[in-house]
């Protein structure tokens, strides 16, 4: 009998450190600012990416969707035919929609209806990330806006936050829907929010964003916006760019040539 009684005691005891220590554990490894790298990986303050559609139209109309195809292998995601339950990362809307601040009767033909590529815009002022009860939405020290999966508890109020429709709601399964899975990325499951992180794992290792690499174009170009001898910051001083709803003060780091 004593015996039994001091065994339930040491495993209840181990259960109650478990408990204590693991919220300790996943927090840090979960949601912190700072993150683990290897030393091939890129380095940036503040990362940027400036799209000129000028150069993606002409391969567009032709069929191309490389970075799109090159962004679905990369992060498992699943191809949803139903649109209302679609999970996207990187898309393209009409002008219209990805700029409705933009619009007025008289746009030029040029740009009118033309698909623009959109993602998440990792918005120096992110309200995704103000908003979640579980801070499953977090905001790396280099900008990146990331999410840590297991933390989600679906509630969707950085879904309802973010002002450019990024994000997307995993309704089922995901799962059964990857044509081909990625063993380097995480798959989701239902119940869980996610959209694009920038291709975080891939700069921590050296790599720049799949998206940009993919791009037969040359349309996509990443880098740092602090660095004023960066591309980006090169294509931002000398040529007239767009961002999609400034006037909401997420200061968003996408560009858009025009």
């Not at 798959?187 to 959209?195: F, H, L, N, S």
Request: charge should be positive.
């Amino acid at each position: 009998m004593e015996t039994s009684r001091r065994n339930f005691l040491k495993a209840g005891g181990a259960c109650l450190l478990g408990l204590t220590i693991w919220p300790a554990v996943k927090g840090f490894a979960g949601n912190s600012t700072e993150y683990i790298t290897s030393s091939k990986a890129l380095t940036g303050e503040k990362w940027g990416l400036v799209i000129d559609m000028k150069k993606c139209w002409p391969k567009y109309q032709e069929g191309c969707r490389e970075c799109f195809l090159a962004c679905q292998r990369a992060h498992n995601i699943p191809d949803v035919t139903n649109k209302e339950e679609e999970i996207k990362w990187i898309w393209t809307e009409p002008y219209e929609n990805a700029f409705p601040e933009q619009e007025h009767e008289y746009i030029a033909a040029s740009i009118k209806g033309k698909p623009f590529i959109v993602l998440c815009n990792h918005c120096e002022n992110p309200p995704c990330v103000r908003v979640c009860p579980t801070k499953a939405t977090f905001k790396r020290r280099d900008g990146i806006v990331m999410m840590d999966y297991h933390r989600c508890i679906g509630c969707r109020y950085c879904m309802a936050a973010c002002p450019y429709g990024a994000r997307s709601f995993n309704f089922s399964d995901p799962r059964p829907f990857i044509k081909e899975v990625n063993p380097e990325f995480p798959t989701r499951e239902k119940g869980v929010v996610e959209k694009c992180n920038f291709c975080a794992e891939r700069i921590d290792t050296g790599l720049p964003p799949a998206c940009v690499e993919a791009c037969p174009a040359g349309a996509l170009v990443f880098g740092d916006l602090d660095d004023p001898n960066s591309e980006v910051r090169k294509i931002l001083a000398s040529r007239y760019t767009i961002q999609r709803k400034p006037e909401l003060g997420t200061h968003p780091c996408i560009y858009y040539l025009v």
